[in-house]
T-cell receptor, first 113, second 113 residues
């Protein structure tokens, strides 16, 4: 199984809502990532988890809150988002060292209204 | 983070070879060169990676300059399904961490029948 599964595929939320994005992998990977991608732009790194601990936060606003409850799951909790946060949110995983490939999910298309 | 420079777009004919260049003059000795591609409406997909020597796999070949300041991704026979944005990425070696996979602007490859 070389899949990274993201749910939901699409999400529409209001600016006062709280929602969560979920990412799951069963490849035994110990590094997991969240990226944000706006239309026609490259993915931007948001967070990196390594061995279930947050190792990199790319100065992401606190309205985005990541969580890694176990080695297979990665969540991104969303609260009080702005319309400009509408984007494709991508999750990825890798074995945790730089000479291995990363696997990406298909993303969650988020629209904030 | 070391940067990469790629042409914004390239065009190829179907069944012809394609050479996608990447400059990375500030590469450090422990940075791996990774290539990913992103098809429309999909998450990025791993293509190939290398450190110093040229690499081949079923998808492509990677040619790395002797001074490692540039590399070329080679698709031996382009098909219409190879139309995508191709990203050249330097991934630094950080033991026991996921490290950073930072995307540059990428090259949009179009393939003509």
């Amino acid at each position: 199984d070389t899949e990274v599964t993201q749910t939901p595929k699409h999400l529409v939320m209001g600016m006062t809502n709280k929602k969560s994005l979920k990412c799951e992998q069963h490849m035994g990977h110990r590094a997991m990532y969240w990226y944000k991608q706006k239309a026609k732009k490259p993915p931007e790194l948001m967070f990196v988890y390594s061995y279930e601990k947050l190792s990199i936060n790319e100065s992401v606003p606190s309205r985005f809150s990541p969580e890694c409850p176990n080695s297979s799951l990665l969540n991104l909790h969303l609260h009080a988002l702005q319309p400009e946060d509408s984007a494709l949110y991508l999750c990825a995983s890798s074995q945790g060292i730089s000479n291995t490939e990363a696997f990406f999910g298909q993303g969650t298309r988020l629209t904030v209204v | 983070d070391a940067k990469t420079t790629q042409p914004n777009s390239m065009e190829s004919n179907e069944e012809e070879p394609v050479h996608l260049p990447c400059n990375h003059s500030t590469i450090s000795g422990t940075d791996y060169i990774h290539w990913y591609r992103q098809l429309p409406s999909q998450g990025p997909e791993y293509v190939i990676h290398g450190l110093t020597s040229n690499v081949n796999n079923r998808m492509a070949s990677l040619a790395i300059a002797e001074d490692r300041k540039s590399s070329t991704l080679i698709l031996h026979r382009a098909t219409l399904r190879d139309a995508a944005v191709y990203y050249c990425i330097l991934r630094e070696l950080i033991y026991n961490q996921g490290g950073k996979l930072i995307f540059g602007q990428g090259t949009e490859l179009s393939v003509k029948p």
